[in-house]
């Protein structure tokens, strides 16, 4: 049952957001890759920076759980759902311009997707973001993650990120060299960073040579990840001295199944839904693994999934 906060927050929401912006009791698995999460109290979609700034405000304010979500790539949302209210950004947030004093840098909005802004570069003859066409996720998520690939990680372009309370106050840009990005992590991570857009400088290359990078780089992706069933993309982070996939793969764990959820017959990193997984079933695969890795490698792994509202 709604909270009498949580009710009272959504109409101090609505006071800025018009109210077909404000879903309420949205199922999270219409929002996240994997396909899999119960119901939001609220899921509000915010399109520019009053908006967003107002709905923090309303949510600090009133002691609310709430989150940000990006394209929700990254997530595993419990069955139960969110017991609080999801934020997108939107509409001004999709935004990616050329800088008019520097036609080698472009600013993306927070909720811009990693495949526009690759087309976007690519159709200016940018080159630098090639790594990162694949992953499906926006500006926003990618920053809080550093996300990376093909030895290439998002801070190598980030030049400076405008970002927000989050009490929705002080808006300001912070430089790259500031956002403290470590292997899949930021500043952001450690509270109360909202990230709104990042500012990212590229070299100039012939068109059609990005586009053949970014074309190869999307087979290579296609050949080796199950991109065709629902995931969050690895499960398990790097960890120190050694791959997760291959850890999984030696525990004899490709195809390891409870439910609706599986280990990748073809990438061992990937936890797949094939078809209903629930999160419980999720949870459970990925507690099976961290138990057998760590007993027969002696390595402890961690997600890089973001765990809401569940846990191991
Ligand atoms: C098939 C597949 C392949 C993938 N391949 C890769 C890969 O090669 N490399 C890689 O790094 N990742 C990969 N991922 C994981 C995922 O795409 C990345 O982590 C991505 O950066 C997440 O972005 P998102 O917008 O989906 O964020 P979400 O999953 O929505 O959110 C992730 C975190 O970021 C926070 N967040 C999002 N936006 C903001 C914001 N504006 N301000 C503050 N916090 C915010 C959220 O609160 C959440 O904690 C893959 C996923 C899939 C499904």
């Known amino acids: ?4 906060i949580i009710t009272e927050t959504i109409d101090r929401i609505k006071m800025t957001v018009p109210e077909d912006r404000v879903l309420i009791k949205e199922p999270m698995g219409r929002h996240t890759s994997f396909r899999i999460g119960g119901p939001a109290e609220a899921f509000v979609l915010v399109n520019n920076e009053e908006e967003l700034s107002a709905a923090l405000a309303a949510v600090s304010g009133s002691g609310a759980e709430h989150m940000l979500i990006g394209n929700g790539s990254n997530l595993l949302v419990s069955d139960e759902g969110y017991p609080g209210i999801m934020i997108k950004l939107s509409g001004d947030f999709e935004s ?21 802004v690759s087309a976007f570069l690519t159709e200016r003859g940018l080159s630098g973001f090639e790594f990162a066409s694949g992953i499906p996720g926006s500006i926003g998520g990618a920053v809080f993650m550093n996300a990376g690939a093909y030895g290439g990680e998002i801070k190598d372009v980030v030049r400076s990120v405008r970002v927000m309370d989050a009490d929705g106050s002080n808006a300001r840009d912070v430089s790259g060299e500031d956002m403290g990005f470590a292997y899949r992590h930021s500043k952001a991570q450690d509270g109360g960073m909202i990230i709104l857009s990042a500012e990212m400088e ?3 290359d012939d068109q059609s040579e ?12 296609n050949a080796k990840q199950p991109v065709n069933y629902p995931s969050a993309g690895s499960t398990f982070k790097r960890p120190v001295g050694g791959f997760a996939a291959a850890l999984i793969e030696q525990s004899g764990l490709k195809g390891y199944r409870v439910g609706g959820a599986e280990v990748s017959e073809k990438h061992s990193g990937f936890v797949i839904n094939t078809g209903g997984a629930t999160c419980e079933d999720v ?10 890795v760590l007993e027969d490698s002696g390595i402890e792994l961690e997600p890089e999934v973001r765990l809401i509202n569940c846990s191991l």
Do not use: N, Y
């Open 210 to 221: 990005i586009a053949a990078r970014v074309s190869e780089l999307s087979a290579k992706r």
């Open 1 to 4: 049952m709604m909270t009498d």
């Open 283 to 292: 949870l459970a695969v990925m507690r099976h693994v961290r138990e057998k």
């Open 96 to 116: 990616i311009t050329q800088c008019a004093d520097d036609p080698h840098r472009i600013r993306a909005g927070a909720a811009a997707l990693m495949s526009r």
């Open 202 to 204: 590229f070299t100039p």
